[in-house]
């Protein structure tokens, strides 16, 4: 089955630094790929995602790029704030079975004021 | 106000106790999942959903029950609970085939088995 790996599982840079957490999946039929940001004790909320047809994609500070011939996919965050501190978890959905939904094991930063 | 809600938020039980939490969502959403989240292995789906009646498992499914007779309404049930089901666990929905659209988290309940 699918597996989402991410890396580093923890992160530190100071305030104004680029941030940039890396996911890899094993199954090529992935075709979906959202980022959640979990603030300490809340819910995962959806930051950015990407499909499998578009190679990059940005809002403001946050970009996603995607290599499907390597099978792996980029959260970069510019400009750090303090607020950007949180748990970031990556996903992939299978295409064969794209209710299904496999999670990273999440990347916590700390953005150091 | 769209959202979806858990109940309850915290608990604590014993093993072997039965018990069900449920999940409401008010956005019409067709895809309704359930996840449990455990330090360093992130968020692992339990069931989910893709309307009434139509469940099916996830990665982790065995210990659960799920059910979904109304679409506004997905309930976990633990007919049988026992430490290793001590998690959080988070419902969430979609307005569609779930893995390839927005998850709406739900606030997350807080589950110990002694």
């Known amino acids: 089955g699918e597996n989402v790996e991410q890396h580093p599982s923890t992160l530190s840079v100071q305030e104004g630094d680029s941030a940039v957490i890396k996911c890899t999946y094993s199954?090529?039929?992935?075709?979906?790929f959202p980022w959640y940001k979990q603030e300490l004790g809340k819910r995962p909320q959806l930051i950015i995602d990407?499909?499998?047809?578009?190679g990059e994609k940005k809002d403001q500070r946050i970009a996603v790029t995607l290599n499907k011939t390597a099978k792996h996919f980029s959260l970069h965050i510019t400009e750090t704030q303090p607020e950007d501190s949180a748990v970031y978890f990556c996903a992939a959905s299978l295409q064969t079975s794209y209710d299904k939904v496999i999670f990273g094991p999440g990347t916590s930063l700390s953005v150091i004021p | 106000e769209a959202q979806v809600t858990q109940n309850p938020r915290y608990l604590i039980t014993v093993t072997g106790k039965k018990l069900t939490v449920t999940c409401s969502q008010n956005m019409n959403h067709e895809y309704m999942s359930w996840y449990r989240q455990d330090p360093g292995l992130g968020l692992r789906q339990i069931y989910y959903s893709m309307n009434v009646e139509v469940t099916d498992k996830g990665d982790v499914p065995e210990g659960y029950k799920v059910s979904r007779k109304e679409k506004r309404n997905f309930p976990l049930i633990l007919e049988s609970p026992s430490p290793n089901q001590t998690s959080l666990y988070f419902c969430a929905s979609s307005i569609q085939r779930g893995g390839t659209d927005t998850q709406y988290f739900g606030p997350g309940t807080r589950l110990t088995v002694l």
């Open positions: 990407i499909r499998s047809n578009v």
């Open positions: 199954d090529s039929a992935s075709n979906y």
